[in-house]
DNA sequence: TGTCCAATGCGTTACTATGACACAATATAA
DNA sequence: TTATATTGTGTCATAGTAACGCATTGGACA
C-alpha cells in the first residue's frame, strides 16, 4: 500500500486551531494549507467519516468538538492530488483512531452547493486575526464523498497523541449541534448501515473479538432500535454458520454464565462478499 | 426546479467534434470549454450516467459512440457552479433521452487518480489541430459521480436532435471496447441494480404504463440472469399488492392472450420508500 | 452454605413464505 | 376445426419465521 505524506486535512486545521490557540501563533500548517493546498489537493473534493463504535450498549459515533464554533464535525479531509479516495478516508480513520485495516464503505456523495459554509472556516482563521481571500480554494464549494467505518471500540485507544484534542465518542441518540450538513450525513450512514445489517456480517467489525450472544443481540437492535427475540435472534445467527462457539463462558455477569463466540474468519469474509441470503 | 443554461458536457465535445469534422473547424464551444470551463464548472467532478432501457427482453444501455477513438463511453457532463450533483445528472439525461423524471440514482463515485485519461481529451483536440495546454483543468485528475437510470425504452424518441449523433442502445451483454473505467463503472451499476431489485419496484421504470406478468418476468429474469419459475413469480409480484390488473388482455401473440398490468401508483411510491419487504 | 433469581441454552408449535409441479383455459396458426 | 404453445389458477411438501415453554446455571443474598 502507497504511502501518502501526511499534510492533514479540514479537521487537522481544527486540531492545529486548539493547539495554536494556546499559543498564541498562527501554525505554520495552516499558512500553508491556505496558500498551497490548492496544489497539494484535489481541489473541491473532500472525504468524511462515519466511524461507528459499540459501548456500554449504546452506538457511539466519533466526533470532533469545534470549540470556536461551538459545535461538532465528522472526521474528515482533503484528498491528496494522487491519492484514492478510500486511501484519504484510510488515512483519516487512522489518523483519528490509530487503528488500521477498518471496515470502510463509502454511501454517499453529498454536494448540494449549499452544503458549503464559507463561514466556518473564516471563523477559524479570524481566531488568529487572519482573513482568508475571498478567492481562496478553502472558500469555494466542496463536494464530499461520506464513508461509514465500524470499528472496535476497544482498539480505539484514548491515549494516542491524535485524540489528545477535540475526538469524542458520541451517543447516536444524543447528537449535539452539528456543522454544515453533518447531521443528515450521519443519518444518511445510519440508514445504510441498518439496511446493510441485513444481509452482512456486521457485527465482527464492531465488537472485540471474543463476545456472546447477548452482545451481540444487543448490538443489533441497538443498530435497529428494535427489541428482537431472544431464542430467534441466537437460531438465526447460528444458522448462518459464521460463528464459532468456544470452550469457554464470560463469568462475572451476574447470572448464568454465557459462551463465548468468535467470527470464523473464513467463512466471515465469504459471507462478506456474498451477503449472507443471496436467494433470487 | 430550476433550470441551468445548458452548455454541455464531456459528452457534449464528443458530439460537436462529430459535427464538426464535417466543416473541419474548431467548434466554438469547445474553444470555450477548453478556456473558461474552470470558470463555469466545478473543477475535477463530472457526472456519468448509466441509463438502463429494457427492449425485445433484452436488458440495454445508451452510450455513446465516440468514433476518434473508436470506443463507447457513458453519457455524463460536468457540474456547473451552483448545480447540484444530481441536477447535473439529470440535465444529462433530458439532453440524451429527452425524458424527464426519469428514475435516477447514485451508486457510486470512481475516483483513483490512474482512472482520468488526458490521452482521450487530447485526441479528440487534436482532431482539429488543436494541443490542450498542459495545465488546461481538462487534463486534470477527474472524480465522476456514477448515477443509474431506468427507462422506459418506448418513450425514448430516436428522432430528437440530440440524437442525431452517436447515442446508440446497446445490449448489456454485448458491451463493446468502452473508454476509461467505463466498464467497470457499468458492472458496478448492474450489481447495484441486482441488488435493489429484490426490494424495489423497478419495473415500474423500465416497462411502459401498461405490460404483461410475462413481460415483466422476462425483465427481471433479464437482469438477474436467471429463470425464474412463471407462477411462483406472478404469486409473489401480486402478493406485493403495487399491481392493477385490468380489464385487458394482450392479444395478437400467437397463443392465449395475457392481462394487461398497471402499477398502483399510491401503493408504488410507498413500496420506494419502504422496500417490498423491510423486515428487520 | 443454601436458597433465590434473572439470564442463558435448548426445544416446541403454529404460521407464512417459497420451490416444484399439475391441470384447465384460450388466442392464434395450420 | 384442430393443434399448440402460452397463460391463469391451484396444490403440496418444505424451509424459514414468530411466539413461547422449560430446564440450567452463576452470582447475590441471607
Redesign the interface.
Known amino acids: 500500500m502507497t504511502q501518502y505524506k501526511k499534510f492533514g486535512g479540514v479537521q487537522q486545521i481544527f486540531l492545529s486551531l486548539k493547539t495554536m490557540a494556546r499559543k498564541n501563533t498562527i501554525p505554520p500548517n495552516l499558512k500553508q494549507i491556505l496558500e498551497k493546498g490548492d496544489q497539494l489537493y ?4 473532500s472525504v468524511d467519516c462515519v466511524i461507528f463504535g459499540f459501548h456500554e450498549n449504546m452506538l457511539k459515533i466519533l466526533l470532533l468538538q469545534v470549540k470556536y464554533v461551538n459545535k461538532f464535525a465528522l472526521p474528515g479531509g482533503f ?1 491528496l ?5 478510500e486511501q484519504a478516508a484510510y488515512r483519516v480513520l487512522k489518523e483519528r483512531t490509530g487503528v488500521n485495516n477498518i471496515f470502510l464503505q ?1 454511501f ?2 453529498f ?3 449549499d452544503r458549503s459554509d464559507a463561514t466556518v472556516h473564516q471563523a477559524g482563521y479570524m481566531e488568529h486575526g487572519v482573513k482568508i481571500p475571498k478567492d481562496n480554494w478553502l472558500l469555494q ?1 466542496f ?1 464530499t ?1 461520506g464513508y461509514y467505518a465500524l470499528i472496535d471500540f476497544t482498539e480505539v485507544k484514548f491515549g494516542d497523541v491524535i485524540f489528545e484534542e477535540g475526538c469524542e465518542w458520541i451517543d447516536i441518540n444524543k447528537l449535539g449541534n452539528l456543522m454544515m450538513d453533518h447531521e443528515a450525513i450521519i443519518l444518511n450512514a445510519l440508514e445504510t448501515l441498518r439496511n446493510q ?2 444481509y452482512l456480517p456486521i457485527g465482527r467489525n464492531l465488537l472485540p473479538k471474543k463476545f456472546t450472544m447477548p452482545e451481540l443481540q444487543k448490538l443489533y437492535e441497538t443498530i ?1 432500535a ?1 427489541k428482537l427475540d431472544r431464542r430467534n435472534f441466537q437460531r438465526k445467527m447460528l444458522g448462518f454458520g459464521i460463528l464459532n462457539r468456544l470452550n469457554e463462558t464470560k463469568k462475572g455477569g451476574a447470572h448464568k454464565a454465557p459462551f463465548l463466540y468468535t467470527f470464523h474468519d473464513k467463512k466471515y469474509q465469504k459471507a462478506l462478499k456474498e451477503g449472507l441470503y443471496g436467494s ?1
Open positions: 484535489q481541489p473541491g473534493i484528498i492530488r494522487d491519492e484514492p479516495i463509502q454517499n456523495v454536494g448540494n452547493p464549494r463536494i464523498v445489517l441485513a435497529l428494535q433470487w
